[in-house]
């Protein structure tokens, strides 16, 4: 990614780009790892440690969305 970036463009990334980046490239396997586990309380204390709301508001959003046909609603299946 960055040496595409740095070939095409005349300026440089911003450190907190690159920062975010780093840190994520960190957290990627242990929010997959955590994911495949079907815990969900590892996953969410894993996917928190970004300290980006956005982030981890749309990651909640998703897997709520992928989830919802399969929940279980006060005993009464969602179809």
């Known amino acids: 990614m960055f040496n595409t970036f740095e070939k095409n463009s005349y300026t440089f990334l911003p450190a907190e780009v690159v920062k975010a980046y780093k840190k994520a490239t960190k957290l990627y396997p242990l929010i997959k790892a955590a994911e495949n586990s079907n815990n969900i309380e590892d996953w969410f204390n894993t996917i ?32």
Do not use: S
């Open 48 to 79: 928190i440690k970004f300290d980006d709301n956005e982030f981890i508001e749309n990651n909640i959003e998703c897997v709520l969305y992928e989830d919802f046909p399969k929940a279980n609603f006060v005993g009464h299946k969602v179809l």
